[in-house]
């Protein structure tokens, strides 16, 4: 007794075909259910339960658009309570630093922020705390460090050695200050610095409004020091020692956010990407396991001669 060849063959491409038409069938059925979901919900957020929103930053703060515009959905999500600002970043570029903040800041303006640093959060990361609330670190964490940073490399002598030379056609004798190919001049260091002064006038300007304290206060304080939780306490740069359990307890205290309203991460996607996301996953998955079975060897049993 033996399997037909030409019969498992054609069911092959026969379970090919239904597959085929079944997920393009569940992908239509996504685009309409994505289409509801923009229609009752605007602003991209599905209806649900009341929670607290959890913004976690580490590493490199840069300028990261779909982050603002989570937190900018966030802030109109009715079912978002309060957000807590999970640091975790030693900073970042001036402008990325400005961005967020101006996004937390606009969050701030109509719910609770509460800011927790955990091993690290200074310089931009510290001005991102600065809408915040409540400002928390634990005793050991580094925070501070208002200031500005600017560096370059002057290749000069290590090009002369080489015998390398750079011919640099400019505009105006600042165009290229600074630059790699030539030592920093004195008129462009006081460009420069002049540029630095603003930068950290801004910076001091964001500390003193966000913590409530004289801009003379600031800049005593805003030499590039980094400073510990347990320090920053007593300087005024943060408000108490506690993480995200004593954020909850503040919010609940505080705020009457229920210590029991559950927290959960910030989406950058909206609501209709996520869904269309997870479900082309699953139907992508799937037709791709169907495949893989349904174009495998054919198995032919043959009776022994």
Known sequence: MGLDTDLLIERRRLKRRLSLWRALAVVAGIAAIAALVGLAAPDGTIPGRAHVARLTVRGFIGDDRRVIEALDRAAR???????????????????????????????????????????????????????????????????????????????????????????????????????LFHPLSEEGRASLARIIADLHGQFVAIVATGRRMEEARVRELADGRIFTGREAVGLGLIDAIGAEAEARAWLAAERAVPATTPVRDLETRSATERLLSSSLGAVINSVVSEWLVVDGPVAVWQPSR
């Open 77 to 179: 999500d009715q079912n978002v309570q309060a957000l807590i600002l999970a640091i975790d970043s030693p900073g970042g570029s001036m402008a990325g630093g400005e961005a967020l903040h101006a996004a937390i800041a606009r969050f701030a303006a109509r719910k609770p922020v509460v800011a927790t640093m955990g091993g690290t959060g200074a310089s931009a990361a510290y001005m991102i705390a600065m809408p915040a609330h409540r400002v928390l670190a634990r005793d050991s964490t580094l925070t501070g460090s208002i200031g500005v940073l600017l560096q370059t490399f002057d290749l000069s002598d290590l090009m002369a050695r080489l015998g390398v030379r750079a011919e640099t056609l400019v505009s105006g004798p600042l165009k290229n200050q600074p630059g």
